[in-house]
Nanobody, 121 residues
Framework: QVQLVESGGGLVQRGGSLTLACEGS????????MAWFRQAPGKEREFVAA????????DYADAVKGRFTISRDNARKIVVLQMNSLKPEDSAVYYC??????????????WGQGTKVTVST
């Protein structure tokens, strides 16, 4: 069992940066791949980025490549999403998830409650 709590969301201007953190608990945290998804109003939840269990591999959605960076620290049980050059279309509720190293919602077993990111024009 893994519990996940996100933090770091807020309001930022276009072109700005924001850092999201996901704090995990549970002895099996380090055995899971971790990912960030996002969901904008009226849209389906979509994949943003994933990191393998040991941090050795990462994957990104095309929309965020080169702007977002995912990383993890298993000793501290934290996953971080660094978001740079933010655009209004990045506005969404961002969710942290634990599961298999895939890019689909169905592959993740545990979810946080979400943190809202709003990028103003």
């Amino acid at each position: 069992q893994v519990q996940l709590v996100e933090s770091g969301g807020g309001l930022v201007q276009r072109g700005g940066s924001l850092t999201l953190a996901c704090e995990g608990s549970g002895r099996t945290f380090s055995s899971y791949a971790m990912a960030w998804f996002r969901q904008a109003p009226g849209k389906e939840r979509e994949f943003v980025a994933a990191v393998s269990w040991n941090g050795g591999s990462t994957d990104y959605a095309d929309a965020v490549k080169g702007r977002f960076t995912i990383s993890r620290d298993n000793a501290r049980k934290i996953v971080v999403l660094q978001m740079n050059s933010l655009k209004p279309e990045d506005s969404a509720v961002y969710y942290c998830a634990a599961g298999d190293y895939k890019d689909s919602v169905e592959e993740y077993d545990y979810w946080g409650q979400g943190t809202k990111v709003t990028v103003s024009t």
